[in-house]
Structures are given as structure tokens and as C-alpha cells.
């Protein structure tokens, strides 16, 4: 990379946690930028000026109403999708969604397709495989290195006629991505929880792009859906209207009580994202920081690995291990004391994990890095 500190950390970017707090490398729920939980402590109390918290609006008031429309306007303005889109709210997470998805969508003697790269979309087609006819289409689970790297185009199968193709846009626990939407014929479907608004996307190759809350969307309880009108409209009509997809895009996320807190703060995560630059601005942003330690992983003599492989690494998720797991503990503890936090890897993978979601600040990744390094000469 060719960015300096100086030029990414520019802005609204946060730089360092205010006194008391740490760099919360958490996967989720993840690091947010101060402003925004500044104005959410704010309206808690009062929002608006109207007298009310937050937590206390009612859904059918007019202040909720505004807040709703701001939420869906700015996240279709970071999406960069015309009125040809849907943009609304779903209560639950991405898993939630996995399990909505099929039953929208795939009917009695019918298919849908899954690309496998990792433990999350291993569970969006096993979730998917309890109620309906499904496959994958790329069994990242059979490389020799399981779920190394993510498929090349043409690499994955199209059932013919399967009914949509899902994939994960970057995979959290094993610390890969992919740098551009699958070539397909297929409905695609995205699964963008970690990686929403964290660079340029093209949201018009995809039929639908769901992302939970907690990562770069703030709080959890809720997910983002851009989603295709027409594609919405083909979704079964035999289900009740709290599990139709379309039903909630056609009542404005209102279809019953919503998650309003979580919608508010997705609001203001998304207004955030545009006010430091967009995804643009913020991809920048997050390759100099994941560089810093993706260098510290190369640079250490083969103290550090990891098994992604180099082209496909995530710029999110920087996992990392030592030769032995006793190592990765002490890691573990003795970064705490130089305030980093969150660090322990995924059960699944083991090792280390450092997630540097859009509003993680460059310092700490650069803290990390030299902590690394240190680590590294004395173990």
C-alpha cells in the first residue's frame, strides 16, 4: 500500500478510545465511532428535543417515522442502488435471515445454491438444508487447507434453475474475502454482515445483499436488506407476513413493533459512513490498517502464520497464530495489558483475531503491529 498515516487517518476517522476506554478488537458485537455513541447516549434521554428516549418511541409517532426514513435513506445512499431496489430493516440477525431465505424463496421440487468458504455460510446452507432442497455449489470445507482461500470464477457450480446463489463476502473467522461479487447467472445473493460499507460494492449484481447489525452497522438485533423489487415479488405467498421478505419492504420496516434502537443505530452508523468519505474513503482507510498487521504476520520470520492464502485476505479480519497454542494464550494476556482487547480467535480456528471494522481506529493497529513484533523476539 502506498497510503501514509497521515493521509487515512484524515476526517472523522477515529484516531484513539477516549480515557478509560481500549481497542476493542471484538468480531462483533464490534468498535463503533465515539460521535456516534456520543449521540445515542444523547438521545436516550432526549431525542430530538421532543422530551422521549429512544428506547421510549413509539414505532407509529412521527419522530420514529423520520428517524425510519433517514435510516433506509442514508443506507440506500452508501449502497448506491436506485428506486429498482428495495432498502429496509428485519428484525434478528444473519442467521434469522438464513432460515427466511429458503422458505422465501425455494419451493417444493426446487434448489438453491452455496458457495462454502467458511463456518458462516456452511450455516446458512445447513440452516437452509433443514426445510428445503439445496447444494454447494464450492466446498471450500474440502480444500487442503479447509477454507484457505474463496473460489475463482468458474470455479463453483450453477444448478440449473436453483432458484438463487448465496455467498459470504468475507469470512470472519478464517480471514478471507472476496474482492469481487461471484460471475453468475444465477439470482446472487450476499451475505455482507461484516463487510457492509467497507468498500466500493457493486449492490446491482445481486438480487439481494442481507447484513446484520453489531459489526460495521453498530447494534445487534436487526439486519440491513437491499434487496431487488422483483426479486422480493417472486417469494412464496404461503408463509405468514412477519417471515415475507416483501411484506416488510412494502410496510417500510414497520411491519409490526420493529427493533427501533438497532434501526436508529444502523441509521447513524450509515450516515457516519458517508460523512467520512463512503466506502471509498473508508476501503483506504481499512487496507493500510489491516496491512499493518497482515506485515507483522510476513515480516516475522514464520513466528506468525496463517493458512489463507495471500490474494483472497480479508482486510476485516486479521487472524494470525503462534507455533503453539500455550503461545496464543500469553498473547492473549499480555496484549490486555497494553490495551488491546478481544483478540482471542474464533473456537472454531483457534489463534488470534483482530477485527478492525470500519470505525477501528489506525493506532491501535499500529500499537498491535509493534506489539507483535515485540512478542515475536522474546517468545
Given at each position: 500500500?502506498?497510503?501514509?498515516a497521515?493521509s487515512?487517518?484524515?476526517?472523522?476517522?477515529?484516531?484513539?478510545p477516549?480515557?478509560?476506554?481500549?481497542?476493542?478488537?471484538?468480531?462483533?458485537?464490534?468498535?463503533?465511532?465515539?460521535?456516534?455513541?456520543?449521540?445515542?447516549?444523547?438521545?436516550l434521554?432526549?431525542?430530538?428535543?421532543?422530551?422521549?428516549?429512544?428506547?421510549?418511541?413509539?414505532?407509529?409517532?412521527?419522530?420514529?417515522?423520520?428517524l425510519?426514513?433517514?435510516?433506509?435513506?442514508?443506507?440506500?445512499?452508501?449502497?448506491?442502488?436506485?428506486?429498482?431496489?428495495?432498502?429496509?430493516?428485519?428484525?434478528g440477525?444473519?442467521?434469522m435471515?438464513?432460515?427466511?431465505?429458503?422458505?422465501?424463496?425455494?419451493?417444493?421440487?426446487?434448489?438453491?445454491?452455496?458457495?462454502?468458504?467458511?463456518?458462516?455460510?456452511?450455516?446458512?446452507?445447513?440452516?437452509?438444508?433443514?426445510?428445503?432442497?439445496?447444494?454447494?455449489?464450492?466446498?471450500?470445507?474440502?480444500?487442503?487447507?479447509?477454507?484457505a482461500?474463496?473460489?475463482?470464477?468458474?470455479?463453483?457450480?450453477?444448478?440449473?434453475?436453483?432458484k438463487?446463489?448465496?455467498?459470504c463476502?468475507?469470512?470472519?473467522?478464517?480471514?478471507?474475502?472476496?474482492?469481487?461479487?461471484?460471475?453468475?447467472?444465477?439470482?446472487?445473493?450476499?451475505?455482507?454482515?461484516?463487510?457492509?460499507?467497507?468498500?466500493?460494492?457493486?449492490?446491482?449484481?445481486?438480487?439481494?445483499?442481507?447484513?446484520?447489525?453489531?459489526?460495521?452497522?453498530?447494534?445487534?438485533?436487526?439486519?440491513?436488506?437491499?434487496?431487488r423489487k422483483?426479486?422480493?415479488?417472486s417469494?412464496?405467498?404461503?408463509?405468514?407476513?412477519?417471515l415475507?421478505?416483501?411484506?416488510?419492504a412494502?410496510a417500510?420496516?414497520?411491519?409490526n413493533?420493529?427493533?427501533?434502537?438497532?434501526?436508529?443505530?444502523m441509521g447513524?452508523?450509515?450516515?457516519?459512513?458517508?460523512?467520512?468519505?463512503?466506502?471509498?474513503?473508508?476501503?483506504?482507510?481499512?487496507?493500510?490498517?489491516?496491512?499493518?498487521?497482515?506485515?507483522?504476520?510476513?515480516?516475522?520470520?514464520?513466528?506468525y502464520?496463517?493458512?489463507?492464502?495471500t490474494?483472497?485476505?480479508?482486510?476485516?479480519?486479521?487472524?494470525?497464530?503462534?507455533?503453539?497454542?500455550?503461545?496464543?494464550a500469553?498473547f492473549?494476556?499480555?496484549?490486555?495489558k497494553?490495551?488491546?482487547f478481544?483478540?482471542?480467535?474464533?473456537?472454531?480456528?483457534?489463534?488470534?483475531?483482530?477485527?478492525?471494522?470500519?470505525?477501528?481506529?489506525?493506532?491501535g493497529?499500529e500499537?498491535?503491529?509493534?506489539f507483535?513484533?515485540?512478542?515475536?523476539r522474546?517468545?
Open positions: 500500500m502506498t497510503q501514509t497521515a487515512v487517518t484524515r476526517t472523522l476517522f477515529p484516531q484513539t477516549s480515557k478509560g476506554r481500549v481497542y476493542n478488537f471484538s468480531a462483533g458485537p464490534a468498535c463503533m465511532p465515539e460521535c456516534v455513541l456520543e449521540q445515542i447516549r444523547e438521545e434521554i432526549d431525542c430530538r428535543g421532543g422530551g422521549i428516549g429512544l428506547l421510549e418511541l413509539s414505532h407509529r409517532g412521527a419522530l420514529y417515522d423520520a425510519n426514513n433517514e435510516a433506509e435513506a442514508a443506507c440506500r445512499k452508501a449502497a448506491g442502488v436506485g428506486s429498482d431496489y428495495a432498502v429496509f430493516f428485519m428484525p440477525g444473519a442467521t435471515q438464513f432460515g427466511l431465505l429458503p422458505l422465501n424463496f425455494v419451493g417444493e421440487g426446487e434448489t438453491a445454491a452455496y458457495i462454502d468458504t467458511s463456518i458462516w455460510s456452511y450455516k446458512a446452507y445447513t440452516e437452509a438444508a433443514r426445510c428445503r432442497t439445496v447444494s454447494i455449489a464450492f466446498d471450500g470445507r474440502a480444500l487442503p487447507a479447509k477454507y482461500r474463496v473460489p475463482k470464477n468458474g470455479e463453483f457450480t450453477e444448478p440449473k434453475g436453483a438463487y446463489l448465496l455467498y463476502q468475507n469470512n470472519t473467522v478464517e480471514g478471507t474475502t472476496f474482492w469481487a461479487p461471484p460471475e453468475t447467472s444465477l439470482p446472487l445473493i450476499g451475505d455482507a454482515t461484516s463487510d457492509i460499507f467497507s468498500r466500493p460494492w457493486d449492490f446491482t449484481k445481486h438480487a439481494m445483499i442481507l447484513a446484520a447489525g453489531q459489526k460495521n452497522l453498530g447494534a445487534s438485533g436487526a439486519s440491513l436488506i437491499v434487496a422483483d426479486f422480493l415479488a417469494a412464496t405467498q404461503k408463509l405468514p407476513q412477519i415475507r421478505f416483501e411484506d416488510h412494502n417500510r420496516s414497520i411491519l413493533t420493529p427493533p427501533t434502537f438497532a434501526v436508529r443505530v447513524l452508523m450509515a450516515e457516519w459512513t458517508l460523512k467520512v468519505g463512503g466506502p471509498e474513503a473508508i476501503a483506504k482507510n481499512n487496507a493500510y490498517k489491516a496491512n499493518l498487521i497482515w506485515n507483522a504476520v510476513d515480516n516475522s520470520g514464520g513466528f502464520s496463517w493458512p489463507a492464502e490474494w483472497c485476505r480479508s482486510h476485516l479480519n486479521v487472524c494470525f497464530k503462534t507455533p503453539k497454542p500455550e503461545l496464543d500469553k492473549v494476556a499480555e496484549a490486555e497494553h490495551g488491546l478481544g483478540l482471542l480467535g474464533h473456537r472454531e480456528a483457534g489463534g488470534m483475531r483482530a477485527s478492525i471494522y470500519n470505525a477501528f481506529p489506525v493506532k493497529c500499537i498491535l503491529a509493534d507483535m513484533a515485540d512478542f515475536a522474546r517468545a
